[in-house]
């Protein structure tokens, strides 16, 4: 059964980094796709980034620029580095994976995949 936990979200002040972690459990496929969303109440879940086992990525128009996506192979994880956080970056982030080649294009990758984890709270201070 997999399951996808989320880690590393909290209260930071404007201007500093942070890196969420999302840790896999179960069988992984070796053609695979996942990818990290946010969602701030009242508004639609977005896409953040994604990142298929080929290494393609696919970003949000804001994420471009100070949001990194990265994934451990060896240890199933998934990695999401954002930099200079704004008050606008608060949301819970939550990692979604897509097991099997159908996901290598990411060309669904904005609706997510087909697991989602529980999601972590990212609260930027002004």
Do not use: H
Not at 13 to 27: A, D, P, V
Not at 30 to 53: D, F, H, K, M, T
Not at 62 to 68: C, V
């Amino acid at each position: 059964q997999v399951q996808l936990v989320e880690s590393g979200g909290g209260l930071v002040q404007t201007g500093e980094s942070l890196r969420l972690s999302c840790s896999m459990s179960g069988r992984m496929f070796s053609l695979n796709a996942w990818g990290w969303y946010r969602q701030v109440p009242g508004r639609q879940r977005e896409l953040v980034a994604a990142i298929s086992s080929e290494g393609k990525t696919k970003y949000g128009d804001y994420a471009k620029g100070r949001f990194t996506i990265a994934r451990d192979d060896a240890e199933k994880t998934l990695y999401l580095s954002i930099a200079s956080l704004k008050p606008e970056d608060t949301a819970v982030y939550y990692c979604s994976l897509g097991l099997g080649s159908g996901y290598l294009d990411l060309e669904d990758a904005d609706n997510g995949f087909e697991y989602w984890g529980q999601g972590t709270q990212v609260t930027v201070s002004s």
